[in-house]
């Protein structure tokens, strides 16, 4: 029986898919696997590159087209889609970024999608999560994958809203919401080292040299993403060459391990009928260039998950949730464009 305590209305599965950022492009191995094995999705909760993939998905891309546009990132087609701003409310300037965006997608609204989709993110000013679900898709996009500090926040109505993992790292609350009985969380945030470490203060002496850069431009970011990139093994013994975390890395684990302690919370506390977590640990935030890896990281652990289910999930033959607006949102704030 359906959660409406209806017996007469399919069951409703719905997709949340959370933040990760590179590592969120294990989404489409996810997809993949689910596609492969038939298992019908009747809607989408996506936060931050959650919310991309899920409105790519949602508007009719299909998945080889997904994992071809992947798999093209490279340092530098990404570098130069990101331009240094003021830094007064972010480091770089998302206009290209969003310009990229707007082109991948076949549709421009909600109402447009071929699947119900919720898209979260967060006010800044407020701390309040917020789900978008009809209207402009490119705002509610910009919005949830607004990183903070290092893309502006984005003038939603009379609202500055960042990054929706803030709030909810896996929507998987926002699925269940839209009517969903089955929920499919997936998650791309690698758990963190919580054990406290001690440790001590070197000689000034000891400190490397440090260069401090005296301000953005493009061939600086280039040049950062170019590093990140390349440099896949560290050398902990010596101590002394090593460089501290560049600024990018700084803001992506900053966050990465703020929404990990979240996520761990909201995980225990909301619902989810299917976990998928794939093993993601080797790729960091900002190496989109590992898409094929990420991918097959979704793809594998997906299959390993539906292998081992101890529920029924439906095969797919049509969406069978009710629209969303029969199920009003009611525990976070919705907004339009």
């Known amino acids: 029986m359906s959660r409406s305590g209806d017996p007469a209305r399919e069951t409703c599965t719905g997709l949340a898919l959370g933040s990760g950022a590179a590592r969120g492009l294990c989404y489409i191995g996810v997809l993949d696997a689910l596609v492969r094995r038939q298992i019908r999705i009747d809607c989408i909760a996506g936060t931050s590159v959650g919310a991309l993939i899920g409105a790519l998905y949602a508007s009719g891309i299909p998945v080889s087209q997904l994992q071809r546009i992947a798999q093209n990132l490279n340092w530098r087609k990404l570098a130069r889609l990101i331009g240094p701003t003021l830094p007064t409310t972010g480091l770089l300037d998302s206009r290209k970024v969003s310009r990229f965006i707007d082109d991948l997608l076949p549709v421009k609204t909600f109402e447009a999608l071929k699947l119900p989709l919720a898209i979260t993110a967060t006010d800044i000013e407020s701390g309040t999560p917020i789900v978008i679900r009809n209207g402009r898709l490119l705002p509610a996009i910009q919005a949830s994958i607004a990183f903070p500090g290092l893309f502006q926040p984005v003038l939603f109505g009379d609202r500055f809203l960042v990054d929706g993992g803030l709030c909810a790292p896996i929507p998987t609350d926002v ?163």
């Open 175 to 337: 699925a269940r919401q839209m009517g969903a009985d089955r929920v499919i969380g997936v998650c791309a945030i690698p758990p963190v080292e919580k054990r406290y470490q001690e440790t001590s203060v070197p000689n000034d002496s000891d400190q490397p040299e440090r260069n401090p850069v005296s301000r953005l431009t493009v061939s600086w970011i280039e040049q950062r993403f170019r590093e990140i990139w390349q440099s896949t093994v560290e050398h902990p013994s010596n101590e002394v060459s090593r460089r501290p975390p560049g600024i990018f890395r700084i803001f992506a684990q900053s966050v990465a391990i703020l929404e990990n302690q979240i996520n761990t919370m909201r995980l225990e506390r909301d619902a989810v009928d299917v976990l998928i977590r794939p093993e993601l640990n080797g790729i960091t935030l900002l190496e989109f260039h590992r898409a094929a890896e990420a991918i097959d990281a979704g793809r594998r652990a997906t299959f390993h998950t539906l292998d081992n289910l101890s529920i029924q999930l439906p095969i797919a033959e049509t969406a069978r949730c009710d629209t969303m607006q029969e199920h009003g949102m009611t525990r976070k704030k919705e907004v339009k464009p």
